[in-house]
C-alpha cells in the first residue's frame, strides 16, 4: 500500500467519524431535551420502550450514547431497570439507520449534501436551521469519508498479505473478535460497521466473513456503556450487563445459523451488487430477529442480570466519581437529566440546611446555648462546601450542554445556590448576634422578643414556602412569596420606628439596638432571597427536566 493511499485512509476515517460526531451533535443539540422528556418519562411498556430506544438512536446514530445515557438514567433512578431493558433493545435496532444511510451508495451527491449543510451553517443565523445544517453537512462529510476509504483500500486486493488477513475472519471466533475489539477500541459500533462496509465495498472482505466480523462489533459496543457504569449503583451495572448479555444471545444465534445455513448466500442475494447494503441488512436483521426472540424475556433477563451482580452497600465516593467520569465522557445525550436530578437533591439538602440555621439563629437568643452556636457555624460550613461542590458540576454540565432551555434552567440552579448560601451567611449572623449579647450581658426588652418571634415565624414561612414549591403552580408560589416578602418588609420598617422609639424613651440599651437593627437588616435580607429563589424555582418549574426544589 503506497503512503499516499494509506494517508487517504487515515484521512477518510478522520472525515467519517468527524461526520458521525456532527450528525450526532446537532441533533441532540435540535432535538435532545425533547428526546430526555420521553425517556424520563417512559412507562414500562415494553413495546413503547423498544420503540423509543429504537427510535432515539435511529436519530442520533449511536447506540453507545443511548445505553450510557440509560446507565445514567438507572443510576439516578429515573428509569427501572425492567424499563432499560426495551430501551436497550430498542437502541440495537435504531444504530443500524447508519448502515442502512450507507448502503445508499449517493457518494457521488456527498459534496452538495455537504455543501447545502455549510450554507446553512454560514448564512442563515437562526439557531435551529443552523442545526438542521449541522446534520447535512455531518450527513455529507461522513459520505465523503466514506468514499476515501473506499478508494483508498481499493490497492489493499493486491496485497496479499492483507487478502490472507482478511479471509481468516472466515473463522467465527477471530471474525467475532476482531470485530469486538476494533469496535471497543473506537467505541461505535456505526463506525466500526461503516469500515467494514468499506472493506466490503474494496472487495477485501466477503459477506461470509464480514457477518463474523460484525457480529464481534455489536459485542464491543457495549464497552462504552460498561466504563460508563464504572462507580454507578448496582441497577446501572446490570443495565451494561444486560446490554451485553443481549448481544452475546444475538451472536451465538447467529453465528449457528451461519454455520449451519447458507444465510450469506441468501442475503447476498437480495443485493448481489451492493455489498454495502448486504453487511447493513445483516446488521438490521441480526439486531430486529435477536429482540423479537428476546423481546418476551426481558424481565427474566433482569432477573438473570440480579443474580449475577447481586445487591452491595454503595460506597459515596464512587457516586462522586461516577459523576465526574459521565460529565467527562463524549456521549453527552442526557446529561442534564441525570445531572440536574442529582443537583437538585444536593441543593434540598443545602436548603435543609439552610432552614434549620435561620430557625436556630432566632430561637439563640432565648435558648443561649453556646453548642448550639457551634452546630450553626458547622452547619455554615457545609452550606459552603455545597456551594463550592454545586457550582463546580454545573460549569462543568453548562460546558457540555448545547440546549438553551437546559442552559436556562442550569444557570437559574447558580442563582439557587448563590442564594441559598447567603440566607445562611444571615442566618449565622444572626446567631452571632445572639451570641454577642450573652456574652456582654445584654438583653432584649420584651417587645423586642415578641418582635423577634413574628421575624422567626415570617422568616420559616418563606423557608418552608421554598422548600415546597413542586406543590404550588408557579403562579402560586410567585404570589406567595411576594406576599411574603411584602410582609417581612413592613414588619422590618414598623420593628425598626419601634426601635428607635425605645431608644427615645430610654428603654433600650445603645449597643442592644445597634445590634438589634442588625438583625432586622439580616431578617430583611433573608425575606429578598426566598423572594429570588422562589422566583427561579417558578422558571425553573416550567422549564423540562426534574422540576422545582421538592419537599425538604
Not at 141 to 168: D, N, W, Y
Not at 303 to 317: F, T, W
Not at 434 to 445: F, I, K, S
Not at 501 to 511: K, L, P, Q, S, Y
Amino acid at each position: 500500500m503506497k503512503i499516499e493511499s494509506f494517508f487517504s485512509l487515515l484521512g477518510g476515517l478522520a472525515l467519517f467519524l468527524y461526520g458521525m460526531q456532527m450528525m450526532s451533535t446537532n441533533l441532540e443539540a435540535a432535538a435532545g431535551n425533547r428526546m430526555k422528556q420521553i425517556l424520563e418519562r417512559l412507562t414500562a411498556n415494553r413495546f413503547l420502550g423498544v420503540c423509543v430506544g429504537a427510535g432515539i438512536t435511529a436519530i442520533i446514530q449511536s447506540s453507545s450514547a443511548t445505553t450510557v445515557m440509560v446507565v445514567g438514567f438507572v443510576n439516578s433512578q429515573l428509569m427501572t431497570l425492567k424499563q432499560a431493558v426495551w430501551i436497550i433493545m430498542g437502541a440495537n435496532i435504531g444504530t443500524t439507520i447508519t448502515g442502512q444511510l450507507i448502503a445508499l451508495d449517493i457518494g457521488a451527491i456527498a459534496p452538495l449534501i455537504a455543501f447545502v449543510g455549510v450554507g446553512l451553517i454560514l448564512f442563515v443565523k437562526k439557531k435551529k436551521v443552523q442545526f438542521a445544517g449541522g446534520i447535512v453537512a455531518g450527513l455529507g462529510i461522513l459520505f465523503l469519508g466514506m468514499g476515501m476509504m473506499s478508494a483508498a483500500m481499493i490497492p489493499l486486493r493486491e496485497s496479499e498479505a492483507f487478502v490472507r488477513l482478511m479471509t481468516k475472519f472466515s473463522n467465527p471466533f477471530l471474525g467475532i473478535l476482531a470485530g469486538a475489539v476494533f469496535t471497543a477500541i473506537i467505541q461505535s459500533s456505526s463506525a466500526s460497521v461503516g469500515i467494514l462496509q468499506a472493506l466490503a465495498v474494496s472487495g477485501l472482505i466477503g459477506l461470509d466473513s464480514a457477518v463474523f466480523v460484525l457480529f464481534g462489533q455489536n459485542i464491543g459496543t457495549c464497552i462504552t456503556a460498561a466504563l460508563a457504569s464504572i462507580g454507578a449503583n448496582r441497577d446501572a451495572k446490570r443495565t451494561t450487563l444486560i446490554h451485553l448479555m443481549f448481544n452475546i444471545i444475538g451472536t451465538a444465534l447467529f453465528t449457528a445459523v451461519c454455520i449451519i445455513t447458507p444465510f450469506t448466500a441468501w442475503m447476498a442475494a437480495f443485493t448481489p451488487s451492493n455489498p454495502a447494503a448486504q453487511i447493513a441488512n445483516v446488521h438490521t436483521l441480526f439486531n430486529i430477529v435477536t429482540t423479537l426472540l428476546l423481546l418476551p424475556f426481558g424481565t427474566q433477563l433482569a432477573h438473570i442480570s440480579e443474580k449475577l451482580l447481586p445487591d452491595r452497600p454503595q460506597q459515596p465516593a464512587d457516586e462522586e466519581r461516577w459523576f465526574e467520569e459521565l460529565l467527562a465522557s463524549e456521549h453527552v445525550l442526557g446529561v442534564s437529566v441525570i445531572a440536574r436530578k442529582q443537583l437538585m437533591e444536593d441543593i434540598n439538602q443545602m436548603l435543609g440546611l439552610a432552614v434549620e440555621n435561620v430557625e436556630k439563629g432566632f430561637l439563640a437568643f432565648d435558648d443561649k446555648d453556646t453548642k448550639e452556636l457551634e452546630r450553626i457555624t458547622a452547619r455554615e460550613e457545609e452550606i459552603d462546601l455545597f456551594n463550592a461542590r454545586l457550582s463546580r458540576r454545573i460549569s462543568k454540565v453548562l460546558a457540555i450542554e448545547n440546549s438553551p432551555s437546559e442552559v436556562d434552567a442550569l444557570r437559574r440552579m447558580f442563582t439557587i445556590i448563590g442564594n441559598v448560601e447567603r440566607i445562611g451567611d444571615h442566618a449565622v449572623n444572626i446567631a452571632e448576634y445572639a451570641q454577642t449579647m450573652m456574652e456582654r450581658g445584654l438583653e432584649l426588652t420584651s417587645q423586642a422578643h415578641v418582635e423577634l418571634k413574628e421575624m422567626r415565624d415570617t422568616a420559616m414561612a418563606a423557608m418552608h414556602l421554598i422548600c415546597n414549591t413542586s406543590r404550588l403552580t408557579p403562579q402560586n408560589l410567585l404570589s406567595q412569596a411576594s406576599a411574603l416578602e411584602e410582609d417581612i418588609d413592613n414588619k422590618t420598617m414598623l420593628f425598626r420606628a419601634n426601635q428607635i422609639e425605645r431608644m427615645g424613651n430610654g428603654t433600650c440599651h445603645v449597643e442592644t439596638s445597634i445590634l438589634y437593627s442588625e438583625i432586622l437588616t439580616d431578617y430583611e435580607r433573608i425575606g429578598d432571597h426566598a423572594l429570588n429563589i422562589a422566583q427561579a424555582c417558578a422558571k425553573l418549574g416550567n422549564g423540562a427536566g426534574t422540576g422545582p426544589v421538592r419537599p425538604i
